[in-house]
């Protein structure tokens, strides 16, 4: 029993030490690291720049080394940005309270030979993620040292179309907001910001606004509604409704940018004009071709008078398509059209040719007229207006607008061709909930819009409030330039403000664009500005970081983008020298420098070349929709002492077998190769497909589409090409 007691007592004394022990705690764990520093710009190659740091911990303090040795909190500390002037890697570490330190970054630049310092390029950019939005970056030099790898070359003595402007809509619901809804401490700046180009400003230059409602409006309206009763006489016309918001706002954009133009587009007529009866759905009745016209004159008198001159009108807005639950109208090319299931006992020819422009001479007015306004997928639409012989004679017709909801840029450059007289001005395409990615769609649209042809890109709604309104039917989830909250009145700028402004700010109106290529993974667009400034607009369209070098003349520079970021380059200087492409390098088939074929010779059933966005690797724009006999120009390809092979990348689905022909100096010159176009079972499935070859020496180059002896309408996409 004694034995028993004692055995307990000592168990009992162990459980009372176990019993003090568990009272001691734990050693606490180590602290978390902080964030790994980061780097703008990121690694790459660029002239002399500075390096910003930066850490998403709380108050970090960042460590950095340049010589190539691991920092510690004894390096120096980051307090600004570090001047890059040679090759270097930059590390870093971060550290912060309650954090131990980070995991070592590492970011290395690239700083080519500098040979003279030539004119000084400023930068700005914007990245996908849109944590920078035109973000104006450290500027850089040319230098003399040619630059080498992935090349854009920029030729300002190769001229193409004049440039009119960038800009959005004077919708009703814009107007309203901008004029009634927004905090009057911000409209000023909110005006200044958009219509000019001081500090922060867009300088938006080519505007568009409706005749009367459209979706994008309040209610529905026109400017002669007379209850529904007929008024063929437009004893009741007036522009009342504009003259509270649409008017002073339009005013007040004329005042801050005097080069502004405007166009108007009429979504309907007045309900008593059409086979409907109504705003919305149906078609100008036929005896209402004279009224319609009187409307347009009667529009541009009113508005004259309230000191609003109209640059251009189009006739219908998007007239072969007819929506349920807002204003429009079916409005076909050619007697006896339709629009889907609306017939029409009107059409666009007639009203233009016979009513409007004699109407228009008649009162002297000079105001421009553009055909069609409507999706790039219809085509055979402005081509149908613009064959009738009096309409092309006519010095008022100034050309075609375009939406750009349906089809490619590309076809703009293939009536351009055809009717080489004529203007093609992109004129509406929204952004909105519907684009999975904003600032890739703009930049390749934009980039693509002005590389065919395009002498204005115009957005859809200047603004809209935070719910994508006010909208009477149509589009609710369309995005504007600048949204006004309805119920604070702040205002807040758009990505497509931004998007937008890497054209607008630095392009101006009066521009011509310039030759520039494509190349690897980046599109581009040039333009020389009338007080002899440069700006080029560069994206890389790829899914990797781009490194590349801009050759103007005997003068580069070298620059390096993320993934699907957009920048613009603005410089100044006359350029010397021109430039030579390597045979040998990838040429891009879209960084063609003319485009010929049978839709310049007269067929009318045939169009050329046109460029489209590919689903290649590395983005960018193939050239398609060809048949036999259509090509495009590559000036001054360098051939060097010889090649021996040719690569071009191709796709064709259906009864391919064509070939592409690869033709010295004219269409007709000696043939350095010829590729068989394959059948790949899709537009967009892509094969390299390989000839022998032989040239030497520079060169341009003529890439032809020839049809198999069997004939085919399916002779294939081009995307690049590259001799060996």
């Known amino acids: 029993m004694l034995k028993s007691i004692l055995v307990l007592s000592a168990l009992l004394l162990i459980q009372s030490c176990g019993s003090g022990s568990s009272n001691t705690q734990p050693p606490p764990p180590p602290p978390p690291p902080a964030a790994v520093p980061s780097f703008w710009p990121i690694a790459g190659t660029y002239s002399p720049t500075q390096i910003t740091l930066s850490d998403s911990t709380a108050n970090p303090t960042i460590y950095y080394t340049t010589d190539g040795s691991t920092p510690t909190t004894a390096s120096t500390p980051y307090t600004g940005p570090v001047a890059i002037s040679s090759t270097v890697t930059v590390k870093a570490i971060a550290t912060a309270s309650g954090f131990s330190a980070s995991a070592v970054a590492s970011a290395t630049y690239t700083v080519p030979a500098q040979n003279g310092n030539g004119p000084a390029v400023s930068v700005a950019v914007t990245t996908d993620d849109q944590k920078r939005q035109m973000q104006a970056q450290a500027a850089t030099n040319f230098t003399t040292v040619s630059g080498g790898g992935n090349v854009i070359y920029v030729d300002e003595t190769q001229t193409y179309q004049p440039i009119e402007g960038f800009g959005a809509a004077f919708t009703d619901s814009a107007a309203y907001l901008l004029n009634e809804v927004a905090q009057k ?293 369309c995005t504007p330039i600048v949204t006004v909250n309805n119920s604070t009145g702040a205002v807040t700028y758009d990505i497509e403000y931004y998007t937008l402004g890497h054209f607008s700010k630095y392009i101006l109106p009066g521009a011509v664009r310039i030759y520039s290529s494509n190349t690897l993974g980046l599109v581009s667009a040039a333009f020389l500005n009338t007080d002899g400034s440069k700006a080029m607009v560069a994206f890389n369209d790829s899914t990797s970081t781009q490194s590349f070098s801009v050759q103007w003349g005997n003068q580069s520079f070298a620059y390096t983008l993320p993934s699907l970021a957009g920048a613009t380059f603005n410089w100044t200087g006359a350029q010397s020298g021109s430039y030579k492409t390597p045979a040998t390098s990838q040429t891009q088939a879209s960084s063609f420098n003319s485009t010929g074929g049978k839709s310049t010779l007269g067929d009318i059933t045939t169009f050329g070349l046109q460029t489209e966005t590919t689903a290649d690797a590395n983005g960018g724009y193939d050239i398609g929709s060809s048949s036999d006999g259509d090509y495009a120009v590559y000036k001054n390809v360098d051939f060097g002492a010889g090649v021996s092979t040719v690569n071009a990348r191709l796709a064709c689905a259906g009864n391919c077998g064509g070939a592409l022909e690869f033709h010295l100096d004219s269409l007709t010159g000696t043939l350095a190769a010829s590729v068989t176009i394959p059948a790949t079972a899709g537009w967009q499935t892509w094969t390299t497909a390989s000839a022998s070859a032989s040239a030497s020496g520079a060169h341009d180059l003529y890439v032809v589409f020839k049809a198999p002896p069997s004939g085919t309408s399916s002779l294939g996409n081009l995307n690049w090409f590259q001799f060996n």
């Open 185 to 477: 401490s911000a409209l000023t700046t909110t005006l200044s910001d958009l219509f000019t180009r001081t500090g922060n400003g867009i300088g938006l230059s080519f505007m568009r606004t409706p005749m009367g409602a459209s979706d994008i409006a309040r209610t529905q309206y026109s400017y002669d509604d007379n209850g529904g009763t007929p008024d063929p006489g437009l004893a009741h016309f007036s522009i009342a409704h504009d003259q509270t918001d649409v008017i002073p706002i339009i005013l007040q954009a004329r005042t801050l940018n005097p080069q502004m133009k405007l166009m108007a587009s009429p979504w309907s007529p007045p309900g008593w004009m059409k086979t409907s009866g109504s705003l919305v759905g149906g078609a100008l009745q036929s005896t209402m071709y004279t009224p319609f016209a009187n409307y347009f004159v009667m529009y541009l008198q009113a508005y004259s008078a309230a000191g609003i001159n109209v640059d251009y009108i189009s006739l219908q807005n998007e007239p072969l398509y007819v929506p349920a639950d807002y204003p429009g109208m079916c409005m076909p090319p050619s007697p006896g059209g339709s629009c889907g299931a609306v017939a029409s006992p009107t059409d666009q020819t007639t009203a233009l040719r016979d009513y409007v422009l004699p109407a228009l001479t008649t009162a002297s007015l000079t105001t421009k007229v553009l055909v069609y306004d409507h999706n790039w997928d219809a085509p055979t639409y402005p081509q149908a207006v613009l064959t009738d012989p009096t309409i092309q004679a006519s010095a008022q017709v100034a050309g075609s607008a375009w939406h750009g909801y349906g089809g490619t840029p590309g076809v703009m450059t293939t009536i351009q061709n055809y009717f080489l007289a004529e203007a093609n001005y992109q004129t509406e395409h929204s952004g909105g909930t519907f684009v999975a990615d904003q600032v890739k769609s703009d930049f390749e649209e934009i980039t693509q819009v002005m590389r065919n042809s395009g002498r204005s890109y115009v957005k859809w709604s200047l603004a809209l409030d935070q719910t994508m309104g006010p909208h009477d039917g149509g589009c609710g989830t």
